[in-house]
């Protein structure tokens, strides 16, 4: 069994992730709680410069709140930090927002694409009308896509396990 905790983003956060790592916790998770606490790749990144094994997690981003080059953007700068330490959690819910949960095709689309752009390929973005194939254009020491970052997908609602995509949607995540 691997055990982990989850906190808000705080000042003095990394104090905590380093208590987890000498507890010999597995993770060390952030939650993705905009209007309501700190931002997690902030804190993910005070932590990942305190700590040297605990795997770091961000829980949960959603399409509803990050695009996914502002998403995979930030989660190789956290890869570089933290080399194969990084996990993204990603999920429908946005319900600190006020707002119904994401489509079960949009989280898709969106955790593809960012797997996709973390792992240094190119993925297709569409604004509108307007779709375009994206990648980084200068992957280096700032942004890694090399060193593997777990994904973990917490969308349990019903609409997410009737989806026609649902099969390939959990094969790609187990």
């Given amino acids: 069994m691997r055990a982990g905790v989850v906190v808000a983003a705080h000042p003095g956060v990394e104090d905590l992730a380093v208590r987890a790592e000498e507890l010999g916790l597995h993770s060390f998770w952030v939650n993705d709680t905009p209007m309501v606490h700190g931002d997690p790749l902030v804190a993910l990144s005070l932590c990942a410069k305190a700590t040297r094994r ?20 930030g989660i190789a700068s956290l890869n570089a930090l933290a080399p194969g330490r990084i996990i993204c959690g990603v999920g429908t819910a946005r319900r600190t927002l006020g707002m119904p949960p994401t489509a079960a095709s949009a989280l898709e689309s969106f955790t593809a694409g960012l797997q996709d752009l973390c792992a240094g390929r190119s993925t297709e973005y569409r604004e509108g009308d307007r779709v375009r194939d994206i990648r980084f254009l200068h992957a280096g020491a700032h942004v890694n896509t090399t060193d593997p970052i777990e994904f973990v997908v917490a969308a349990l609602g019903s609409k997410c396990r009737e989806s026609p995509s649902a099969s390939v949607f959990q094969a790609k995540f187990q």
Avoid: E, Q
């Fill in 54 to 73: 605990i795997k770091l997690g961000i829980g949960v981003t959603s399409p509803a709140l990050r695009s996914a080059p502002a998403a995979a953007s």
